[in-house]
């Protein structure tokens, strides 16, 4: 390795601006290059699922583009530019137009890629999904006068595209295998409630259906469900989840099981390369959130600056936006045997995971429930202590 190489970030979302911003609290001198094949202005993707009701377009989101963040942080960004090889022997990284950067030590922030769902039908590749900037201004032009939206994917993100497209007085169909929404996180009461309160704001649901096949005619998608309901939309909006993007690290070596393999440090088994965000995978935890990478990110800063720091994951109770019915859940770590208590009353759904000791290790509060998750949460064990 050759120190007076720069330190090179590849991604500019949340994961690698963040870790850019905290090496630059605690050193402004090392030179500091960030690459994205995208237009690398920094934005808070979590807005992309509430910004229709807030009235803003993909561009409004953006809170500072490439040059200030380049300006902001004495880095050098270069945008639209993709990786296509990582040479860990090297210490260097090639883009596409076969331009060869060297490091000194390297964060992949490479973030994870929809999931294209194989559906039957002619309408497979006009599908939308929504992930960043980009596909999000493509979303709101597909949307733009247009009446009837499906989304396929009752979970989190799909959960909040319905809530916010029904806030702006669009007919929302909600489809999804399972029999109710966010089912991955929420135990069946909480589920039911934040059905209930979707469908009173005008959400239709299909659950526990499979979608047979899907085909576009004349600006028109008709679905077809498996037990022989049809309907037709404007708009279908797929949202059934997100792959940590790890092909380029896998070509050049690196560990991959879902997500790219860091230890507590976020370093992987290649000297001088660190991952965190949607992209990796910290002591086996998948962890997709906002929190989790901000954690990671305070971490890989202190590492890059010489000192070798591993990162610690609190509680961290994820807050689903979606405002006609408050959610937030702290679903129990994989494995841990207990069982749901769970309450329904006028405040909502308070349902707590408690192991055989008496122990709590995970919560689901909807409604007005959601008061107590302060306090909760200061009883929930450490994610990865
Ligand atoms: C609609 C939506 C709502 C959400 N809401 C919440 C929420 O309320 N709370 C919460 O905690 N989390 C939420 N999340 C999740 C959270 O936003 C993500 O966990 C986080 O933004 C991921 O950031 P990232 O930097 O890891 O990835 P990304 O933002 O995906 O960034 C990846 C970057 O890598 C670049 N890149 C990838 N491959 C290459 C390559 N080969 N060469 C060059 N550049 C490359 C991309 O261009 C991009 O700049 C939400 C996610 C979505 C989609």
Known sequence: MAAEHPIVIVGSGLAGYNVAREFRKLNTSTEL??????????????????????????QELVIADAEKMAFDLNAKVLKHTRINKIDPDNYSISTSDNELIEYSQLVLALGASAIQLPIAGNAADKLLVVNDLASYADFRNAIADKKKIAIIGAGLIGCEFANDLVLSDYNVFMLDLAELPLNRLLPEQAGEYLKTALAEQG???YLGQKTKQINFTESVFKIDLENG???????VLSAVGLR?????????????????????????????????GDCAEVEGLFLPYVMPLMNSARAIAKSLNGETTSVNFPAMPVMVKTPSCS???AP????????WIIKQDEN??????????????????????????????????????
Do not use: C, R
């Open 33 to 58: 290059i960030i690459v994205a094949d995208d237009a690398a202005d920094f934005y808070s993707k979590p807005m992309l699922s509430n910004a229709l009701a807030k009235n803003k377009m993909a």
């Open 244 to 276: 940590p993007n790890v092909q380029l690290a896998k070509e050049a070596g690196l560990e991959v099981n879902n997500g790219i393999v860091v230890n507590k440090n976020l370093a992987t088994n290649k000297k001088g390369i660190f991952a965190l």
């Open 229 to 235: 309901i049809t309907f037709e939309v404007d708009v």
């Open 327 to 329: 959610v937030v859940v």
């Open 203 to 205: 959400v239709n649901w």
């Open 332 to 339: 129990p770590a994989n494995g841990i045997e207990g069982e």
């Open 348 to 385: 909502g759904v308070h349902a707590q995971y408690f192991d055989k000791d008496g122990k709590l290790h995970g919560f689901a509060l909807v409604g007005k429930a959601v008061e107590d998750k302060q306090a909760l949460t200061k009883e929930l064990p450490a994610v990865l202590a």
